[in-house]
């Protein structure tokens, strides 16, 4: 079992411009969510995706955005890039609320 | 302010000594989770805790839930090297599985 995985791991974008970072889920996980980890904090929670739709948002703007697809992979879009952006996003899924179990992340750097 | 303040931002010590961290807060929370981050990585769980009072034990790391729910320990004994790692505490907000992280506590073990 491969667990989660994450594309890429790392990745340099300007200001403005957009970015999409990957998700596949562990085997037999249905549910999917993201966190944004800046440096030296915690993991904050952008949304969660189950049944391919967001079931949840966390207090992120409308520039953030996802989707699932029906093999239960996920993908999670910034549009018009900020250097606050800056961050480690995390993927972590999980099957009908049991642990949830998370990917190495996607270290985005914006210039 | 955050719903789980963790206490100390960071801990640095050599091999072979304890240390005591901790993750406080104002609410009651039905359960809490410990998780442990290295660098380029993303956090694995280590220890759900349930009931008010009650100790589990890992190996050399002990977990303590408040009597009153609301704050946890976690005890690393005769700490190693490969005990260096980001440790955060987290409760799940909703019956979807929503996780809110403290900001954690760096630990740095030097042989």
């Known amino acids: 079992d491969a667990g989660v995985t994450q594309s890429p791991t790392h990745l340099i974008k300007t200001r403005g411009q957009q970015v999409t970072l990957r998700c596949s889920p562990k085997s037999g996980h249905d549910t999917v969510s993201w966190y944004q980890q800046a440096l030296g904090q915690g993991p904050q929670f952008i949304f969660q995706?189950?049944?391919?739709?967001?079931?949840q948002r966390g207090n992120f703007p409308d520039r953030f955005s996802g989707h699932q697809f029906p093999n239960y992979s996920s993908e999670l879009n910034v549009n018009a890039l900020l250097l606050g952006d800056s961050a480690l996003y995390l993927c972590a899924s999980s099957f009908l609320n049991t642990e949830a179990f998370f990917g190495q992340g996607t270290r985005l750097t914006v210039v | 302010t955050q719903l789980l303040e963790q206490s100390p931002q960071f801990l640095s010590i050599q091999e072979g000594e304890n240390l005591t961290v901790y993750c406080n807060s104002s609410?009651?929370?039905?359960?809490l989770q410990w998780y442990r981050q290295e660098p380029g990585e993303g956090p694995v769980l280590l220890v759900t805790?349930?009931?008010?009072?009650e100790v589990k034990k890992l190996k050399r790391l002990t977990f303590q839930f408040g009597d009153a729910r609301k704050d946890s320990s976690l005890h690393i004994t005769a700490a190693q090297p490969g005990d260096t790692g980001l440790y955060l505490c987290?409760?799940?907000?909703?019956?979807?599985?929503?996780?809110?992280f403290g900001a954690g506590t760096q630990v740095v073990v030097t042989p």
């Open positions: 995706y189950y049944e391919e739709e967001e079931r």
């Open positions: 805790v349930v009931t008010g009072g």
């Open positions: 987290a409760v799940s907000t909703d019956s979807w599985g929503k996780l809110q």
């Open positions: 609410s009651v929370f039905s359960s």
